[in-house]
């Protein structure tokens, strides 16, 4: 059965305080690595696809990786407005999504 | 560009009422999901639309649940009767999961 996990569960950073997020997959057949933000009382917000090993993409403060087994986003000097839920999905059949990472970053 | 709309956003219901969510995906988008976000949890996958047709429904509860994609544009989602653990946020999103509606919250009492 296909599953996505996410560590940790939540994360408090201070402000500018760099950190990763982890994604841990097992997804059959995997043809893509999504990651998504989530404010509260929203739907999940695009950030990145990532496609195959060695992938990566940037926006603004946030760079996602790939690898085989795991996916990092990692957000460089945060600021409190990156606060928020990053959730991972993984689609092989079907989208398979992660539990999230909530993220607070304290001024 | 308009979004992925719904509606409504929020609903209260008593366990065993039924109830109905409507989804308005970006024009010209053939394809349309469906997702269930219990509190703390990642999306789940309910049902996902190929204009009219199914693609895949394995994770829909069908004894309560049903969908119906019309013309290949809106997409209305009922459940009938009501559960207390159907208490969850409604996703509706299109195009390869790359854009989601605001979601319905649905509380069943």
């Known amino acids: 059965e296909d599953q996505v996990t996410q560590s940790p569960e939540a994360l408090r950073l201070q402000e500018g305080e760099s950190s990763s997020l982890n994604c841990s997959y097992t997804?059959?057949?995997?043809?893509?690595l999504f990651w998504y933000r989530q404010d509260p009382g929203k739907g999940p917000e695009f950030l990145f696809t990532l496609y195959s090993a060695g992938e990566e993409k940037e926006k603004e403060r946030l760079k996602a990786t790939l690898t085989k087994k795991e996916s990092f986003l990692h957000i460089t000097a945060p600021k409190p407005e990156d606060s928020a839920t990053y959730l991972c999905?993984?689609?092989?059949?079907?989208?398979?999504f992660g539990p999230g990472t909530r993220l607070s970053v304290l001024p | 560009e308009a979004g992925v709309a719904q509606s409504p956003r929020y609903k209260i219901i008593e366990k065993r009422q039924s109830v109905a969510f409507w989804c308005n995906p970006i024009?010209?988008?053939?394809?349309l999901y469906w997702y269930q976000q219990i509190l703390g949890q990642g999306p789940k996958l309910l049902i996902q639309?190929?204009?009219?047709?199914?693609?895949?429904d394995s994770q829909l509860p069908k004894d309560r649940f049903s969908a119906e994609r019309l013309k290949g544009v809106d997409s209305t989602l009922k459940i009938q009767p009501a559960k207390l653990e159907d208490s969850a946020v409604y996703l509706c999103?299109?195009?390869?999961?790359?854009?989601f509606g605001p979601g319905t919250r649905l509380t069943v009492l």
């Open positions: 997804v059959s057949g995997l043809r893509g």
């Open positions: 639309f190929q204009n009219n047709g199914v693609v895949d």
């Open positions: 024009s010209g988008h053939a394809t």
């Open positions: 999905a993984g689609t092989g059949q079907n989208f398979v």
């Open positions: 999103a299109s195009v390869n999961t790359q854009y």
